[in-house]
């Protein structure tokens, strides 16, 4: 299972090279001044916006599912936690390690930019607010 999480960070486009350092994998933390039941409602909307076909949602965070490639084996999981003034943003593509075990990696390339979480938390944070 060792090869596993070196091919996993391949998949997910950074592994340690002479061009690219490894650090450990933070989730993108955010400031809002929205009301965490709103950010919750928020997130469950974009998930499934993103074609998400479970979400699971508690008072203060939502888990789901949004790109699941069972050729390849792999699947784009969500995790927001939403805490008074922050949302924090989790977005790890994992791959399938046997039937039912999903993994993903916890280190990323010291120059990744939070890509997708930051176009995810600015969808969640603008359809907080009111309209």
């Given at each position: 299972?060792?090869w596993?999480?070196p091919?996993?960070?391949?998949?997910?486009?950074?592994?340690?090279?002479?061009?690219?350092?490894?650090r450990?994998?933070?989730?993108?933390?955010?400031?809002?001044?929205?009301?965490?039941?709103?950010?919750?409602?928020?997130?469950?909307?974009?998930?499934?916006?993103?074609?998400a076909?479970?979400?699971?949602a508690?008072?203060?965070?939502?888990?789901?599912?949004l790109?699941?490639?069972?050729?390849?084996?792999?699947?784009?999981?969500?995790?927001?936690?939403?805490?008074?003034?922050?949302?924090?943003?989790?977005v790890?593509?994992?791959?399938e390690?046997?039937?039912g075990?999903?993994?993903?990696p916890?280190?990323?390339?010291?120059?990744?930019?939070?890509r997708r979480?930051?176009?995810?938390?600015?969808?969640?944070?603008?359809?907080?607010?009111?309209?």
């Amino acid at each position: 299972m060792r090869w596993l999480l070196p091919l996993c960070a391949l998949a997910c486009g950074c592994a340690e090279t002479a061009w690219c350092g490894v650090r450990d994998y933070r989730p993108l933390v955010v400031a809002s001044s929205a009301p965490r039941d709103e950010l919750i409602a928020a997130a469950e909307r974009t998930a499934r916006d993103l074609g998400a076909a479970r979400v699971d949602a508690t008072a203060d965070s939502v888990d789901a599912v949004l790109d699941h490639d069972w050729e390849k084996h792999t699947r784009d999981r969500l995790r927001v936690v939403a805490r008074d003034g922050a949302l924090v943003v989790d977005v790890r593509t994992e791959l399938e390690a046997s039937p039912g075990e999903w993994i993903a990696p916890d280190k990323v390339c010291d120059d990744y930019a939070h890509r997708r979480e930051r176009a995810i938390a600015e969808r969640i944070v603008a359809s907080s607010r009111p309209r």
